[in-house]
């Protein structure tokens, strides 16, 4: 706890239970439970039968069974420290293919140094940081950066390791190796900001801070009052051991675990899950939410979108020619065009005559009869084709909403531009306003450009954005919002997101993102449907307040009967039933979760 010598719960255990213990010891042994023939009789009170002749043995241990069975259930919830860093090393590449002497050798990536040159096919991860020396090529960096539309590289290009490459063969070579790349510096911030975060003090312990000292108080004033008063040191003592043992809380070492346990088991029906006690706490207080945006509230995948036909040119025509040339194409984008344009046609799309990859600019070939382009303007400028004002106009319109237009000709002119973005999950807009309803303040956070990040929060209602932000500036904007007092939550699934996870005060992740983004969070979405993240807030807010019950009834009743205990008409027997009762209605109380919806 934040308070070394505080009295906890651990306290009243050990005073209770070696009071419990001890007394039945000298009863056994010095006193007449231990006698031949002697019956352990039953009164409700202490002062009408002989105590030396009760003992309580099953009071010691009832009550440590009970908390170590508490402890354990909990211990079991609780996040597996480390995990988080493990993935994020995992992410990178294994082995690569390195050039020596002009021949390819696979080696370990911890065998590569500084200069070395490494070649990286389609689909394979880039091993290292470096700069790409030979080739051209798409490389998928949305994971490290949060970028949602691949990176085109070509020689003189930084690529990053753990990034994707796409579609061409790249010779990369290595700058930065080791605990220099920036995936190895990523992992370094997950780790502080794991190491950094102090778990809640368990609620429980905040109350016995207050609750041990007033028992211990009460326990030795009955013990000096009842000798003051009767001059009987058995009853006295008897009358002490019971004020000890009716306060050592059973249901207390319960009231968090069983809750935990029902919560936690509701929430993995229902594709939530909850990795300890400490998150709950968080879930009551948060008051912001900070929502990255690939792969949170968009799909993470380029979709087709608009698509704008030149006069004389029919929708059905553009998509069939343009979905053919990009089919051939391995460019995330063209593949996009490709899927989007097969889906609305309904049919199969033809297979090019010729197909031609024009680096950084696009593609070109024959469909048909056809001489078709399919691009950026520069391709068709340069084959002395311009874009008609309906078609720019549609261009600069794509470019200001953050879309990638792509220009499509044939025969010599200009014919159409195909709107290709990461869409919007059906369900994002419904999940910000159920967000908005819990109290939180929503916040898109990403690495993606401006007009993008501003086209997307408009899309579901978000009113505050940070855009292109760096995978470690995530973190500062968060560290920024709760030096504003605030207390943030935090949605996201990317490696880039890891940390900000760590560091944010609730980290939510989507169970569709990466391993590192899953164990840097404190709740992980299973479905990776923002909606969800509501569900969640709710589920743990429920969970919490049944904990905050359980605790409640498993002091009342201590508090409760303490006096009786005090005065000498309550004994020890009766506060062990007490207790068994306590903690029977704290595991019912709990059960009432799994009605949760």
Same mark, same amino acid.
């Given at each position: 706890?934040?308070?070394?010598?505080?009295? !906890?719960?651990?306290?009243?255990?050990?005073?209770?239970?070696?009071?419990?213990?001890?007394?039945?010891?000298?009863?056994?042994?010095?006193?007449?439970?231990? +006698?031949?023939? +002697?019956?352990?009789?039953?009164?409700?009170?202490?002062?009408?039968?002989?105590?030396?002749?009760?003992?309580?043995?099953?009071?010691?241990?009832?009550?440590?069974?009970?908390?170590?069975?508490?402890?354990?259930?909990?211990?079991?919830?609780?996040? $597996?420290?480390?995990?988080?860093?493990?993935?994020?090393?995992?992410?990178?590449?294994?082995?690569?293919?390195?050039?020596?002497?002009?021949?390819?050798?696979?080696?370990?990536?911890?065998?590569?140094?500084?200069?070395?040159?490494?070649?990286?096919?389609?689909?394979?991860?880039?091993?290292?940081?470096?700069?790409?020396?030979?080739?051209?090529?798409?490389?998928?960096?949305?994971?490290?950066?949060?970028?949602?539309?691949?990176?085109?590289?070509?020689? #003189?290009?930084?690529?990053?390791?753990?990034?994707? %490459?796409?579609?061409?063969?790249?010779?990369?070579?290595?700058?930065?190796?080791?605990?220099?790349?920036?995936?190895? $510096?990523?992992?370094?911030?997950?780790?502080?900001?794991?190491?950094?975060?102090?778990?809640?003090? $368990?609620?429980?312990?905040?109350?016995?801070?207050?609750?041990?000292?007033?028992?211990?108080?009460?326990?030795?004033?009955?013990?000096?009052?009842?000798?003051?008063?009767?001059?009987?040191?058995?009853? /006295?003592?008897?009358?002490?051991?019971?004020?000890?043992?009716?306060?050592?809380?059973?249901?207390?070492?319960?009231? @968090?675990? @069983?809750?935990?346990?029902?919560?936690?088991?509701?929430?993995?029906?229902?594709?939530?899950?909850?990795?300890?006690?400490?998150?709950?706490?968080?879930?009551?207080?948060?008051?912001?939410?900070?929502?990255?945006?690939?792969?949170?509230?968009?799909?993470?995948?380029?979709?087709?979108?608009?698509?704008?036909?030149?006069?004389?040119?029919?929708?059905?025509?553009?998509?069939?020619?343009?979905?053919?040339?990009?089919?051939?194409?391995?460019?995330?984008?063209?593949?996009?065009?490709?899927?989007?344009?097969?889906?609305?046609?309904?049919?199969?799309?033809?297979?090019?005559?010729?197909?031609?990859?024009?680096?950084?600019?696009?593609?070109? #070939?024959?469909?048909?009869?056809?001489?078709?382009?399919?691009?950026?303007?520069?391709?068709?400028?340069?084959?002395?084709?311009?874009?008609?004002? /309906?078609?720019?106009?549609?261009?600069?319109?794509?470019?200001?909403?953050?879309? !990638?237009?792509?220009?499509?000709?044939?025969?010599?002119?200009?014919?159409?531009?195909?709107?290709?973005?990461?869409?919007?999950?059906?369900?994002?807009?419904?999940?910000?306003?159920?967000?908005?309803?819990? #109290?939180?303040?929503?916040?898109?956070? @990403?690495?993606?450009?401006?007009?993008?990040?501003?086209?997307?929060?408009?899309?579901?209602?978000?009113?505050?954005?940070?855009?292109?932000? +760096?995978?470690?500036?995530?973190?500062?904007?968060?560290?920024?919002?709760?030096?504003?007092?605030?207390?943030?939550?935090?949605?996201?699934?990317?490696? %880039?997101?890891?940390?900000?996870?760590?560091?944010?005060?609730?980290?939510?992740?989507?169970?569709?993102?990466?391993?590192?983004?899953?164990?840097?969070?404190?709740?992980?979405?299973?479905?990776?449907?923002?909606?969800?993240?509501?569900?969640?807030?709710?589920?743990?807010?429920?969970?919490?307040?049944?904990?905050?019950? %359980?605790?409640?009834?498993?002091?009342?009743?201590?508090?409760?009967?303490?006096?009786?205990?005090?005065?000498?008409?309550?004994?020890?027997?009766?506060?062990?039933?007490?207790?068994?009762?306590?903690?029977?209605?704290?595991?019912?109380?709990?059960?009432?979760?799994?009605?949760?919806?």
């Amino acid at each position: 706890t934040d308070q070394p010598n505080a009295a !906890t719960m651990d306290t009243l255990v050990s005073v209770g239970t070696l009071a419990a213990f001890g007394w039945s010891v000298w009863a056994l042994f010095l006193g007449d439970a231990g +006698m031949a023939g +002697m019956r352990h009789g039953f009164e409700a009170t202490v002062s009408r039968s002989d105590p030396s002749s009760t003992i309580y043995l099953e009071v010691a241990a009832g009550v440590i069974t009970f908390i170590l069975l508490g402890r354990y259930l909990e211990a079991r919830s609780k996040r $597996r420290a480390g995990s988080a860093l493990r993935a994020l090393m995992h992410l990178g590449a294994k082995d690569v293919t390195v050039l020596r002497d002009g021949r390819e050798v696979r080696v370990p990536v911890g065998r590569l140094a500084v200069g070395d040159h490494f070649v990286v096919r389609p689909g394979e991860k880039i091993a290292t940081d470096g700069t790409v020396v030979e080739g051209s090529s798409a490389v998928d960096a949305s994971m490290l950066t949060g970028e949602s539309v691949p990176v085109d590289t070509a020689p #003189g290009d930084f690529v990053a390791g753990a990034t994707l %490459n796409v579609s061409g063969r790249l010779v990369v070579e290595a700058t930065r190796v080791g605990a220099d790349t920036q995936l190895a $510096r990523m992992a370094k911030l997950v780790e502080d900001a794991q190491s950094g975060k102090a778990a809640a003090q $368990r609620l429980a312990d905040r109350v016995s801070a207050v609750f041990v000292p007033v028992v211990l108080l009460i326990a030795l004033g009955t013990l000096v009052t009842w000798l003051l008063v009767t001059d009987d040191v058995t009853a /006295s003592f008897t009358a002490a051991v019971a004020v000890l043992i009716i306060a050592c809380p059973c249901a207390l070492g319960l009231a @968090t675990p @069983t809750a935990l346990m029902v919560g936690t088991g509701r929430g993995a029906q229902l594709g939530i899950l909850i990795k300890g006690p400490e998150v709950l706490e968080t879930t009551r207080r948060a008051d912001t939410v900070v929502l990255d945006k690939t792969g949170t509230i968009t799909t993470g995948r380029m979709t087709l979108g608009a698509v704008h036909t030149a006069a004389g040119t029919t929708e059905a025509d553009l998509l069939r020619l343009a979905g053919a040339l990009e089919h051939a194409s391995e460019h995330p984008i063209a593949q996009a065009v490709a899927a989007g344009a097969a889906d609305r046609i309904a049919g199969e799309l033809p297979a090019p005559g010729s197909f031609t990859n024009v680096p950084g600019l696009g593609v070109r #070939g024959t469909v048909e009869g056809r001489e078709v382009l399919a691009g950026r303007p520069k391709l068709l400028a340069d084959a002395g084709i311009d874009l008609p004002p /309906s078609l720019s106009d549609a261009m600069t319109d794509a470019a200001s909403q953050g879309r !990638t237009a792509i220009a499509v000709a044939w025969d010599g002119a200009a014919r159409g531009v195909l709107e290709v973005a990461d869409a919007v999950k059906d369900s994002s807009a419904d999940a910000v306003a159920e967000l908005r309803a819990l #109290g939180l303040r929503p916040i898109l956070l @990403t690495g993606d450009n401006q007009a993008v990040a501003d086209a997307v929060a408009r899309a579901v209602g978000i009113d505050e954005v940070y855009a292109e932000v +760096m995978p470690e500036d995530k973190v500062d904007v968060v560290r920024r919002l709760q030096s504003e007092g605030r207390s943030v939550a935090m949605v996201g699934d990317g490696v %880039n997101d890891a940390a900000a996870l760590a560091v944010a005060d609730l980290g939510l992740s989507m169970g569709t993102g990466t391993d590192a983004a899953i164990e840097a969070g404190d709740l992980t979405l299973v479905r990776g449907d923002l909606k969800v993240a509501a569900d969640a807030i709710r589920l743990s807010r429920r969970t919490l307040s049944t904990i905050r019950s %359980n605790l409640f009834w498993a002091f009342g009743y201590n508090v409760a009967a303490l006096p009786l205990a005090a005065f000498g008409l309550l004994s020890p027997m009766i506060a062990g039933a007490a207790m068994a009762f306590s903690s029977v209605f704290v595991v019912t109380n709990s059960l009432r979760l799994r009605s949760f919806t």
